[in-house]
Structures are given as C-alpha cells and as structure tokens.
Nanobody
C-alpha cells in the first residue's frame, strides 16, 4: 500500500512563505502523476498542482504566480513552494496521486495565514 505523509504547514503571516513536503513510501506506482490538494472548511478537496512522470508541472491558474510544485529525483518526496501567502490560502493540504486511482489520504498539513 502506498503512503503519503504531508508536513511543513503552520501559521504564517500574510505575504509569508511555506514549503510543504510530501513523503511517499510503500507500494508506489511511479508511472502515475502526483499532485497537491487543498481543502478548506465547508468546501470540497480540490487538486491545485500536479507533476507528471516526465516532470511536467501544472498549477491551477489562480495560484500559478505564487505556488510551485516539484519533486525529488527518485519520486519519494514532493514539495509545494508557497509564496506571498494570503488568508484565503488557509486550509489543509494533502498530497496523493493526481485524480486517477487515488491512494489512501494522509492527515494533511494545515496552513493558516493570518496576522
């Protein structure tokens, strides 16, 4: 079974920066795209960034000027660089496969942007 473990969240003031980490272990399908998801209270979990098996990266349009996704070369770790954070970025961030054959959800890592 594949395992995704998120870390790196916390409290940050508006305009601040966080770098989230995702540790990937277990029975990993390295052919699948990986992604970061965000869930805020009362809303559905949404895919906000992906990285493909070839390293091609996407970030949803509303975030692409501030967020960036990358991964370790061996695909055992994935990262989300979050710059110029805004209060509306607050939520719980998860990593997983991107849309297809989703693995078990980890606990996520909480981001709270507030002064």
């Amino acid at each position: 079974q594949v395992h995704f473990v998120e870390s790196g969240g916390g409290l940050v003031p508006p305009g601040g920066t966080l770098r989230l980490s995702c540790q990937i272990s277990g029975d990993v399908d390295s052919t699948k795209h990986m992604g970061w998801y965000r869930q805020v209270p009362g809303e559905v979990r949404e895919l906000i960034a992906t990285i493909g098996r070839d390293g091609k990266k996407t970030v949803t349009s509303s975030l692409k000027d501030r967020f960036a996704i990358d991964s370790a070369n061996d695909r055992t770790a994935m990262y989300l660089q979050m710059n110029n954070l805004k209060p509306e970025d607050s939520g719980v961030y998860f990593c997983n496969y991107a849309n297809i054959d989703i693995g078990p959800w980890g606990q996520g890592t909480q981001v709270f942007v507030s002064s």
